[in-house]
């Protein structure tokens, strides 16, 4: 985990442990965290790769459904929080992986995302 890595993960920290259901350790809170920006980079590699490796895109249907489990993952981790949503996207320029308020809006503590996948 690089140094913006830690940043992000201790500014969002707190917001997601005032989300979090009663009775969330801050614990729990930074397992939940470490495991979305896990997700985020294994994503992200996954759409870098479909992009430029044609030896990776021989077995991409494996990898698909390795990429439906994880976004399943993400989408139950956060399900736990109020308020808050996930999404997904798969250009290797962008963030994979994003975590908002569920009506739309950025989830913003200063970078618009909780989960760096770059």
Not at 64 to 81: H, P, T
């Amino acid at each position: 985990m690089n140094l913006q890595e830690r940043i992000d993960l201790t500014r969002a920290h707190q917001e997601l442990l005032d989300a979090a259901p009663e009775g969330t350790s801050w614990r729990d809170v930074m397992v939940d965290l470490d495991s979305l920006r896990r997700i985020g980079k294994w994503l992200h590699r996954h759409a870098e790769r479909v992009c430029s490796d044609e030896r990776y895109c021989q077995d991409l249907n494996k990898w698909e459904r390795i990429e439906g489990l994880k976004e399943a993952r993400a989408k139950a981790i956060v399900a736990g929080y109020r308020g808050l949503a996930v999404s997904f996207q798969s250009d290797p320029r962008g963030c994979a992986l994003t975590v908002h308020s569920d009506d739309g809006a950025p989830y913003e503590y200063g970078r618009q995302h909780v989960v760096l996948a770059e």
